[in-house]
């Protein structure tokens, strides 16, 4: 979840946050001017500016509803905080699937047909997030994910079940994945390495997933797409989780919306990063990176490595359209065990969405149809046989506790002050 910063054109604060290993994340100071292709960042975190002029409502894609109205509308169960309590056993620490920004998942076990809390083991194992009672930022965020996924329904989102909104608690109960992130399957190191067939079809799920959401007639911009919102069930398919950053498409003549810049460190789109102006291109761009991660095993954005390694769109684009090349950036962890037409094909989209000028990156229809098409190939034996690198590659060593259900134990939400546009938004 994402906390605001409001700034002038030269920031002069800096703030700190724990992740969710106890350590300090910093973001240092930033004055205005224009946007590096690497952003300047102390830590691999969610990002927030300041908007620059809001929308009015009648600019909206839905005309703002009031909490009352999203939640007596949406097609959702209104937990009590103590049938959730019991779900969870009072929220026990060995009840714990992870922990976020914005709080902590809890795994739960309700009734099939009353959805009324049980006993552990019986009936149906869900994820209970329970939000961290600070901050207006979280509620707003809390109510913006009953808002979309009470009313929307695909296989390749994740299923909202209720929630919980008791005094100061707010809750969400949410369908169990019991494969948990993506990001924990390409980065932790105990993770068993996910397989070629495997990365194309979850990279299938995903697109599936936000292709939806900018083709459907009121269109959403997802706005965090990212290795740790995409979640998977036990036989891998893909959704996608954690709407609280979820915007409205522009409408009518409209060409963008402006709004509060608000993301994760190496997944924002740079257009959106310096002028607040947002469409559904941005995750696009965003889809991308997580293509450039399917393909290297590397985070979007490491600290722990040195110069252009830190940021994976800079380090990954020289060797994208260089076949001979492609397979530097290569995972190690699949052996060489991939078709090499089909990984040249991926590097090829990859580098459309991730283009600079967000006019030239493809919409996340034809994304998805080239993806559908690898699909349907059938190159598994032509394999490209690699040397390993001399260098082995150095992953984090700070992992998150196994995560099932969205929470952005390694992107906790903080502010990244950035410029402002030097012309008015319209």
């Given at each position: 979840?994402?906390?605001?910063?409001?700034?002038?054109?030269?920031?002069?604060?800096?703030?700190?946050?724990?992740?969710?290993?106890?350590?300090?994340?910093?973001?240092?100071?930033?004055?205005?001017?224009?946007?590096?292709?690497?952003?300047?960042?102390?830590?691999a975190?969610?990002?927030?500016a300041?908007?620059?002029?809001?929308?009015?409502?009648?600019?909206?894609?839905?005309?703002?509803?009031?909490?009352?109205?999203?939640?007596?509308?949406?097609?959702?169960?209104?937990?009590?905080?103590?049938?959730?309590?019991?779900?969870?056993?009072?929220?026990r620490?060995?009840?714990?699937?992870?922990?976020?920004?914005?709080?902590?998942?809890?795994?739960?076990w309700?009734?099939?047909?009353?959805?009324?809390?049980?006993?552990?083991?019986?009936?149906?194992?869900?994820?209970?997030?329970?939000?961290?009672?600070?901050?207006?930022?979280?509620?707003?965020?809390?109510?913006?994910?009953v808002?979309?996924?009470?009313?929307?329904?695909?296989?390749?989102?994740?299923?909202?079940?209720?929630?919980?909104?008791?005094?100061?608690?707010r809750?969400?109960?949410?369908?169990?994945?019991?494969?948990?992130?993506?990001?924990?399957?390409?980065?932790?190191?105990?993770a068993?390495?996910?397989?070629?067939?495997?990365?194309?079809?979850?990279?299938?799920?995903?697109?599936?997933?936000?292709?939806?959401?900018?083709?459907?007639?009121?269109?959403?911009i997802?706005?965090?797409v990212?290795?740790?919102?995409?979640?998977?069930?036990?036989?891998?398919?893909?959704?996608?989780?954690?709407?609280?950053?979820?915007?409205?498409?522009?409408?009518?003549?409209?060409?963008?919306?402006?709004?509060?810049?608000?993301?994760?460190?190496?997944?924002?789109?740079?257009e959106?990063?310096?002028?607040?102006?947002?469409?559904?291109?941005?995750?696009?761009?965003?889809?991308?990176?997580?293509?450039?991660?399917?393909?290297?095993?590397?985070?979007?954005?490491?600290?722990?490595?040195?110069?252009?390694?830190?940021?994976l769109?800079?380090?990954?684009?020289?060797?994208?359209?260089?076949?001979?090349?492609l397979?530097?950036?290569?995972?190690?962890?699949?052996?060489?065990?991939?078709?090499?037409?089909?990984?040249?094909?991926?590097?090829?989209?990859?580098?459309?969405?991730?283009?600079?000028?967000?006019?030239?990156?493809?919409?996340?229809?034809?994304?998805?149809?080239?993806?559908?098409?690898?699909?349907?190939?059938?190159?598994?034996?032509?394999?490209?046989?690699?040397?390993?690198?001399?260098?082995?590659?150095?992953?984090?060593?700070?992992?998150?506790?196994?995560?099932?259900?969205?929470?952005?134990?390694?992107?906790?939400?903080?502010?990244?002050?950035?410029?402002?546009?030097t012309?008015?938004?319209?």
């Open positions: 979840m994402g906390n605001c910063l409001n700034h002038a054109s030269r920031v002069d604060s800096a703030r700190s946050s724990q992740n969710t290993l106890g350590q300090t994340k910093t973001i240092t100071k930033i004055s205005s001017g224009t946007v590096p292709s690497t952003l300047t960042c102390s830590t975190s969610n990002i927030t300041s908007s620059y002029s809001e929308k009015p409502a009648s600019d909206a894609l839905i005309t703002p509803r009031t909490e009352g109205e999203i939640l007596a509308s949406s097609n959702l169960k209104d937990f009590t905080f103590n049938e959730l309590r019991n779900a969870t056993r009072n929220f620490p060995d009840s714990l699937l992870g922990e976020g920004g914005f709080g902590y998942v809890y795994k739960g309700i009734d099939e047909q009353t959805l009324a809390a049980s006993k552990p083991g019986v009936g149906r194992i869900v994820a209970v997030k329970k939000l961290k009672p600070e901050g207006f930022q979280g509620h707003k965020e809390w109510l913006t994910e808002d979309y996924l009470g009313r929307l329904r695909h296989p390749n989102l994740v299923k909202l079940i209720g929630y919980c909104s008791e005094g100061d608690d809750l969400l109960v949410y369908e169990f994945m019991p494969r948990g992130s993506l990001e924990n399957h390409l980065f932790r190191r105990s068993e390495p996910l397989s070629w067939t495997i990365r194309i079809k979850v990279a299938v799920g995903a697109a599936r997933g936000l292709s939806f959401l900018h083709d459907s007639e009121s269109q959403v997802y706005r965090d990212k290795a740790s919102n995409i979640l998977l069930d036990s036989e891998f398919n893909a959704k996608l989780s954690d709407f609280g950053l979820a915007k409205a498409g522009p409408t009518g003549d409209r060409t963008h919306v402006t709004t509060q810049v608000m993301g994760t460190q190496g997944y924002a789109a740079p959106y990063i310096a002028t607040g102006r947002l469409t559904a291109r941005a995750d696009v761009y965003s889809f991308g990176v997580v293509l450039l991660e399917l393909l290297s095993g590397r985070r979007a954005f490491d600290k722990n490595k040195v110069g252009i390694e830190q940021n769109v800079d380090w990954a684009k020289p060797y994208l359209g260089d076949k001979r090349r397979f530097r950036i290569m995972d190690t962890k699949l052996e060489g065990q991939y078709p090499k037409k089909g990984a040249y094909t991926i590097a090829n989209l990859a580098s459309q969405c991730i283009s600079h000028e967000a006019k030239q990156r493809p919409r996340m229809r034809e994304v998805l149809a080239s993806l559908q098409s690898l699909q349907d190939v059938k190159d598994g034996p032509k394999l490209l046989q690699v040397e390993p690198r001399e260098i082995p590659m150095k992953l984090p060593a700070r992992y998150q506790p196994s995560i099932q259900m969205p929470a952005t134990a390694t992107d906790d939400a903080l502010p990244l002050p950035f410029p402002k546009p012309t008015p938004v319209r």
